[in-house]
């Protein structure tokens, strides 16, 4: 009796059961993740806290290799702010008389100055925070926000070492040592807090389009104008109770002025509590909520796209 070979249908015959799992499944499955997808919003916090050593580290390492090649090395960090002040004092405080009733204005001046460039200095780094290190976001997998917190801290240790070079200034032109001092701390937490959600900010908008980079220093030089570094907010303010109301308002505001005249009122004794705006501390508290949180989630909604195109 003959026997019948029943040979197996055709690979393109099988069943859909007999089909391998799609990638998509296949990857679940095992537990395997989108490269570069967006972890959720206190997962990122975490990855950001457990990332803070490389943060601190890349600060400093930034901030050594910054003079590097110049043959002061690190004594421009002092050099270049002190350098500003006396192209200032000169512009302002003599062709244009701004220190006229202003007491201590050398040492009012100079806060204003290293305080401004704090400031200043944070944003146009955060602007190339993302552009400037596409290496970095490309080879390796870790929180992007690190990049723009760690340049403000870098300019947050920048301040730091020029404070040296403003206690003996504020020393040198009489300025007593006072308990007041202690209230530098705590302004500048704030400030910190703020510029490094600026930073952030400015990180995502010049990541999609570079030419932010090109438009930030004619931002920052108007910002700078009307933020009382070389001249006082309160006699201006004094002296112009004409101006519109909401014209006193947006100067008094100004996020810059608040930490400037903050750290002044905390190392100047004669700058008083009555040149301060109201609500001071609340609204040195405000601003760094509201751009250190707010930046932090604008930075993350855009955390898949850095890197990319």
């Known amino acids: 009796m003959s026997q019948v070979l029943h040979t197996p249908p055709p690979a393109s015959a099988q069943t859909p059961a007999a089909l391998p799992d799609d990638p998509a499944a296949l990857a679940a ?35 050594t290799a910054q003079y590097s090649q110049a043959k002061l090395g690190q004594v421009w960090q002092v050099a270049t702010p002190l350098l500003n ?5 000169f512009v302002f405080g003599v062709l244009m008389g701004t220190s006229r009733g202003v007491p201590d204005y050398v040492p009012f001046l100079v806060t204003g100055v290293f305080v401004w460039t704090f ?15 596409l290496g970095l976001v490309r080879a390796l997998h870790f929180p992007r926000a690190a990049l723009p917190v760690s340049y403000a801290l870098q300019q947050l240790q920048q301040l730091l ?6 206690i003996v200034i504020l020393l040198c032109f009489g300025v007593p040592v006072s308990a007041s001092w202690l209230l530098a701390a705590p302004a500048l937490a704030l400030q910190f807090t703020f510029n490094a959600g600026v930073a952030m900010i400015v990180a995502r908008l010049g990541a999609k389009t570079p030419d932010i980079a090109q438009l930030m220093p004619f931002v920052l030089r108007t910002w700078m104008y009307v933020s009382g570094v070389m001249w006082s ?5 004094s002296a112009h109770q004409d101006m519109p109301h909401a014209v006193l308002v947006a100067l008094e505001c100004n996020p810059a002025a608040v930490y400037i005249d903050l750290m ?6 004669t700058f008083h509590a009555s040149q301060l705006p109201h609500h001071v501390w609340a609204l040195a508290v405000g601003w760094a909520l509201l751009a250190g949180i707010g930046g ?14």
Do not use: C, N
């Open 85 to 89: 002040a006396a192209v200032y004092y």
């Open 29 to 63: 499955r095992h537990g395997l993740t989108i490269s570069g997808a967006r972890p959720s919003l206190p997962a990122y916090v975490r990855q950001l806290w457990a990332r803070r050593h490389f943060i601190t580290a890349f600060a400093t390492a930034k901030l």
């Open 264 to 269: 002044r009122f905390a190392l100047i004794d």
């Open 296 to 309: 932090f989630i604008y930075f993350w909604k855009a955390e898949e796209t850095y890197g990319r195109g």
């Open 233 to 237: 907010i309160d006699r201006v303010l």
């Open 119 to 133: 400031t200043q200095s944070s944003i146009m780094a955060g602007t190339r925070a993302i552009s400037g290190s």
């Open 161 to 166: 070492f020029s404070m040296a070079a403003l």
